[in-house]
């Protein structure tokens, strides 16, 4: 099988969306570069495939440029995050609230940066990972929503600014519309919002007709890139259902 993908560089690939997506490309034949803050995440991920080249790094800690220069991808995923501090905005500091500002906002702003000014390699792909809290927003959960849109924004920003610089680079934002399940952020923030309204959590992962996993997730992104399928650039929802664009 001939991967779509020579070369991919995917920030937060140490569990999850990340790490299902690194698995996949590696059995089509494609280098992955895997970045994850914790080594034993990389450790046994480098075991499924010879693909697969991990290397330790916070995407928000000033890595972009070097890792782009040193990888030179041609699919660039960014699906790294933390996991937000659950509760009403009002009950937290303003540390806690743009804690996702500082992360999966952060690592989005300084590889897009990098891969406009380097530039990224031409016709390239880059794939942002959001969250349907970026839609219809994130009660509990702090400044999360707002941090997860703006990742939006940027990816929408970088297609511009490619087009203008002649760079072609392919750039869409995924944004599950339910929570992925077995993940830790699904783990809390279900568990949360579950007690909000009084019910388990089972009961609360119920809505969804069909569990929407970090595999299922990862074949859709797959899907949705795959350069034969030439689907259009831009935001995508995806549930475990179904996969359709956003305007």
Same mark, same amino acid.
């Given at each position: 099988?001939?991967?779509?993908?020579?070369? #991919?560089?995917?920030?937060? #690939?140490?569990?999850?969306?990340? @790490?299902?997506?690194?698995?996949?490309?590696?059995?089509?034949?494609?280098?992955?570069?895997?970045?994850?803050?914790?080594?034993?995440?990389?450790?046994?991920?480098?075991?499924? *495939?010879?693909?697969?080249?991990?290397?330790?790094?916070?995407?928000? *800690?000033?890595?972009?440029?070097?890792?782009?220069?040193?990888?030179?991808?041609?699919?660039?995923?960014?699906?790294?995050? /933390?996991?937000?501090?659950?509760?009403? $905005?009002?009950?937290?500091?303003?540390?806690? $609230?743009?804690?996702?500002?500082?992360?999966?906002? @952060?690592?989005?702003?300084?590889?897009?940066?990098?891969?406009?000014?380097?530039?990224?390699?031409?016709?390239?792909?880059?794939?942002? &990972?959001?969250?349907?809290?970026?839609?219809?927003? *994130? &009660?509990?959960?702090?400044?999360?929503?707002?941090?997860?849109?703006?990742?939006?924004?940027?990816?929408?920003?970088?297609?511009?600014?490619?087009?203008?610089?002649?760079?072609?680079?392919?750039? $869409?934002?995924?944004?599950?519309?339910?929570?992925?399940?077995?993940?830790?952020?699904?783990?809390?923030?279900?568990?949360?919002?579950?007690?909000?309204?009084?019910?388990?959590?089972?009961? $609360?992962?119920?809505?969804?007709?069909?569990?929407?996993?970090?595999?299922?997730?990862?074949?859709? /992104?797959?899907?949705?890139?795959?350069?034969?399928?030439?689907?259009?650039?831009?935001?995508?929802?995806?549930?475990?259902?179904?996969?359709?664009?956003?305007?």
């Amino acid at each position: 099988m001939t991967p779509d993908f020579q070369s #991919a560089l995917i920030v937060g #690939a140490g569990r999850g969306t990340g @790490r299902a997506l690194a698995e996949k490309l590696a059995i089509a034949g494609s280098k992955v570069t895997a970045v994850s803050r914790t080594q034993s995440d990389l450790d046994t991920l480098e075991t499924q *495939s010879p693909n697969i080249s991990g290397i330790v790094g916070d995407g928000a *800690s000033g890595i972009a440029c070097d890792l782009l220069d040193q990888v030179k991808p041609d699919l660039l995923v960014l699906a790294g995050g /933390i996991t937000p501090k659950m509760g009403s $905005f009002h009950l937290q500091d303003w540390e806690d $609230f743009s804690a996702t500002w500082s992360s999966d906002t @952060r690592t989005t702003f300084e590889f897009l940066k990098a891969a406009l000014q380097m530039p990224m390699k031409r016709n390239g792909t880059i794939v942002t &990972l959001s969250s349907g809290a970026a839609i219809s927003g *994130s &009660l509990l959960s702090g400044g999360y929503a707002g941090a997860k849109r703006m990742q939006h924004y940027l990816t929408n920003y970088t297609s511009r600014e490619a087009e203008k610089l002649g760079l072609g680079l392919r750039c $869409f934002t995924v944004y599950p519309k339910q929570f992925i399940a077995g993940t830790q952020t699904a783990n809390i923030a279900s568990n949360a919002y579950a007690d909000a309204q009084g019910v388990s959590q089972e009961e $609360f992962m119920s809505q969804w007709d069909q569990q929407l996993s970090p595999e299922l997730l990862a074949d859709r /992104i797959i899907d949705l890139i795959e350069l034969e399928t030439a689907n259009a650039t831009g935001a995508w929802g995806v549930t475990g259902t179904t996969m359709e664009p956003i305007d």
